[in-house]
Structures are given as C-alpha cells and as structure tokens.
C-alpha cells in the first residue's frame, strides 16, 4: 500500500476535481428560469363621467287632479307630466293634447276641459317660453326656446323662423311654415299636430 501512501494527496486532489467538475456540469445542465417580465402596459383610462342629464320643472295646470310645478326626467313627454299631476280629471279633453310630445324645462302645460275653446292660460310674468297649450305652439308667438322645442327644429331653423316672421308677418297656417328655407314636406309632416297659429 505504499503507492496509496504515496499518491493520497494527488487522489484526494483528483477526487475534489471531479466533485466540483460534476457540480458545474450539473448546474450547466440546469434548465435557466425563464426572464421576469415587468408589465409596462398602460392600463386603460376610465371612461369620463358623462354629466348627468338636470330634471326639468313643469308646471302642469287646467283638468289635473294636483295641478302643481313638477319635477320630470330629462326625457319626459307631456303625458309623464300629468300622470305626475295626479293624472288627468274626469272632465279632461286629452284629445286635444299631444302626449307623446317632450316637455321642456319650465314649460306650462294646459289640461284643456271638455267644451272649452280658449284656454285660459297666460305665460307667467317676465317668462318668454311658451306655454303648452292644448299640445300646440303658436308658431306666430313663439319665442326661439319654444320653436327649439319642437322636433327637427333646432337653433337655427327656429331664428330663420322669427327672421321670416320679422319679413313677412305672422304665418296664414301652419303649412306656411313650409316657406322657411329648410323646412319641407317632411319636417313640416313631424309639425303639424304640433303647431298651430291662432
């Protein structure tokens, strides 16, 4: 066993090769993780809040139940306004009411009565819009927020309506509406049971 004596050291050396020689081929071998990806995606802006639509006031007055000043969605006609009223009376005329059309922020509207002709209904004092009356806006007298209201009219449609009237007076019919540049047969069809002049 001399020869063991005499070559421990280069066989504990070549031992301790081997060793660190398998450690590193092992760790050579070793499938690498793979990369840390960090997210740089934006995330996405929140949509921006959309202002909320006011509630319109109305007054609504003649053959309600409650005739009162009430506040109506944004996207109310004539006929959620008198339901909001209490509904109408007993002696109510509904056919002489639109209640299909859309009210207006402080618009009046008139429940007419069964039998009666004119009614009795005057814009309140200092307020230029125009009442409802009997579902109808007087074309003659309308101010430019009340043409406004009326479908397919808007700002301005309804100042060629009030220059036309300041040239040529106040409308014969209805119909005469059709002489304002840009309004049709079919604008005027959407009209005509919505306006009158007398």
């Known amino acids: 066993m001399e020869w063991l004596d005499k070559y421990r050291w280069h066989l504990l050396l070549a031992t301790v090769v081997v060793v660190i020689a398998g450690v590193i081929f092992i760790q050579l071998r070793r499938p690498e993780p793979p990369p840390l990806i960090l997210s740089t995606a934006t995330p996405f802006p929140s949509p921006e809040a959309t202002p909320t639509p006011r509630p319109l006031r109305v007054y609504v007055s003649g053959a309600v139940h409650h005739p009162d000043v009430y506040t109506v969605a944004p996207d109310s006609i004539v006929k959620d306004a008198l339901m909001a009223a209490g509904g109408p009376s007993d002696e109510a005329d509904l056919d002489r009411i639109n ?11 008139y429940v007419p009565r069964i039998g009666e002709e004119k009614p009795p209904v005057l814009p309140p004092s200092g307020q230029r819009s125009q009442p409802i009356i009997a579902g109808k806006i007087n074309i003659n007298t309308a101010d430019l927020a009340a043409l406004e209201s009326l479908p397919g009219i808007g700002p301005a449609l309804a100042q060629r309506i009030l220059d036309y009237r300041q040239a040529n007076g106040p409308f014969a019919g209805p119909e005469e509406i059709m002489e304002v540049s840009g309004i049709g047969p079919a604008t005027f069809k959407g009209l005509q049971d919505l306006i009158t002049t007398n």
């Open 99 to 109: 209640l299909a059309q859309p009210v207006t922020d402080g618009q009046q509207i």
